[in-house]
């Protein structure tokens, strides 16, 4: 028996629609105790996923809100428990006294996930599942949330269970030769070992492969703009934006301290840093600011090297791309087009040159098209891209044990040696799926959800 749990499931702020959610035997009679029917029918008696027009009484009788009721009965539900909904109007004060009246109507206030944490135990969804459920919670993207979504649907388990009962099957072959000799089963052979090890080992690492593409599209590139003072730096970021997030001025030094957007480029997430211009400078606030530049640079996937084209280069200019080349991409972006040119494009040493004018927006399209292309997303985005860091690195691990068990092989060793580091491999794997994860792990997954999830 699972005791009630109930929950606001809806966002901390007003809205047009708010969720009470309950789950555990007794859900729907708890429920109950708090709703009445239009039609006076009780909600344990109505079926399944229809919703039911009433009223919502707080813990002193009164009506609270005219609401919609749905129940879903065990296992055919969201946790594999009796569940009930109440759809509110969003109401932040309703919400409240709602939650009160179910919890004096005999449920208890849910943790943290542990809507998600019941269907994970329940065996409604295994441990990638779970994690895509908040990705999709936290996707800022509409890429993002398709990959999420296809974790959800099960991409992730398509992918590791196969490797995991390839792998158990082979164990168990082993010892079931090694343990009963007298009964009649095929011997073991070391061309079977080598053939499931050199497999699993192949599409774990394509599934590793996947991750720098999937972590760009979950988190973002760390992208950070540089350049000498009034260049534009601010200017583009402002652009990049679209809306006026950093003050611009004439004013060489406006900006002192590092100036993070989150915003997307094309279909490219970035975490884009505006950053002090680079100069010489007796100032120790901004000199604290250049070298705040300095480390950004050295931390990004990309910069974005900026030059004023009106004016000469000079030493400035040479220290802002010292700084660039210290990023793995580096972008020069020649901006001011709108002025008479005094640099073109052959004098700046980067592999991307381009022409813009952040004022006009000239030369932004061309911008998001390197970008595209230095940080391709040409893989679907069904699920099938790796983007949970956890994940990856129990795959990476369980690659790096198979690559033992191979080099056992190698070496000639015994099949029980070389199973060793197979069965880690599956210990790794099981990780993911949730069939051999440890009590600490669970904990850690479901401390990222909020209550209500």
Request: charge should be negative; charged fraction near 25%; hydrophobic fraction near 45%.
């Amino acid at each position: 028996m699972s005791q009630v749990i109930a929950a606001i499931s809806t966002a901390p702020q007003p809205g047009a629609i708010g969720i009470l959610r309950l789950s555990g035997d007794g859900a729907i009679a708890v429920a109950d105790r708090v709703f009445t029917a239009a039609s006076s029918k009780p909600l344990a008696q109505t079926a399944d996923r229809r919703l039911v027009l009433g009223s919502l009484h707080d813990a002193q009788g009164r009506v609270l809100d005219q609401v919609l009721a749905t129940v879903s009965r065990a296992p055919h539900s969201y946790t594999g428990e009796d569940t009930a909904e109440l759809h509110c109007h969003g109401s932040l004060a309703v919400l409240a006294a709602g939650l009160q009246a179910l919890l004096a109507a005999g449920a208890q206030q849910a943790g943290p996930g542990e809507f998600t944490k019941r269907a994970f135990l329940n065996g409604c969804l295994d441990l990638s599942q779970a994690e895509a459920v908040i990705d999709l919670i936290e996707a800022d993207t509409a890429e993002a949330a398709a990959n999420a979504a296809g974790q959800l649907s099960g991409a992730v388990r398509s992918r590791i269970d196969p490797l995991y009962d390839r792998l158990a099957g082979l164990c168990a072959h082993f010892h079931a030769v090694l343990d009963y000799p007298d009964e009649d089963i095929e011997d073991f052979r070391n061309s079977e070992i080598t053939e499931a090890v050199s497999s699993a080992q192949a599409d774990l690492a394509a599934l590793a492969a996947t991750y720098r593409r999937g972590t760009v599209l979950k988190n973002g590139l760390d992208a950070v703009i540089l350049g000498k003072p009034n260049v534009g730096k601010s200017s583009l970021l402002n652009a990049l934006a679209g809306y006026d997030r950093v003050i611009v001025t004439d004013v060489a030094g406006t900006t002192r301290d590092a100036v993070t957007e989150v915003l997307k480029l094309g279909s490219i997430k970035l975490r884009l840093t505006d950053t002090a211009g680079i100069r010489d400078t007796d100032d120790q606030i901004e000199a604290m600011g250049v070298e705040r530049s300095r480390q950004a640079a050295k931390k990004a996937k990309l910069a974005l090297c900026v030059f004023d084209g009106s004016r000469p280069l000079d030493d400035e200019d040479q220290a802002a791309m010292a700084a660039a080349w210290e990023a793995e991409h580096a972008i020069a972006l020649l901006n001011k087009q709108d002025l008479p040119q005094q640099i073109s494009p052959a004098d700046l040493p980067f592999d991307w040159v381009i022409p813009l004018c952040t004022k006009t927006g000239e030369g932004l399209d061309s911008l998001e098209r390197v970008v595209e292309e230095l940080f391709p997303l040409d893989l679907p985005c069904d699920g099938t891209l790796l983007t949970n860091a956890r994940q990856a690195g129990a795959v990476f691990l369980a690659s790096e044990a198979l690559e033992r068990a191979t080099a056992a092989l190698r070496q000639r060793l015994t099949p029980d040696a070389v199973l060793v580091d197979v069965e880690e491999a599956m210990e790794l794997l099981g990780q993911i799926n949730g069939r051999t994860a440890r009590t600490e792990i669970t904990d850690q997954i479901f401390s990222r959800f909020c209550v209500g999830k």
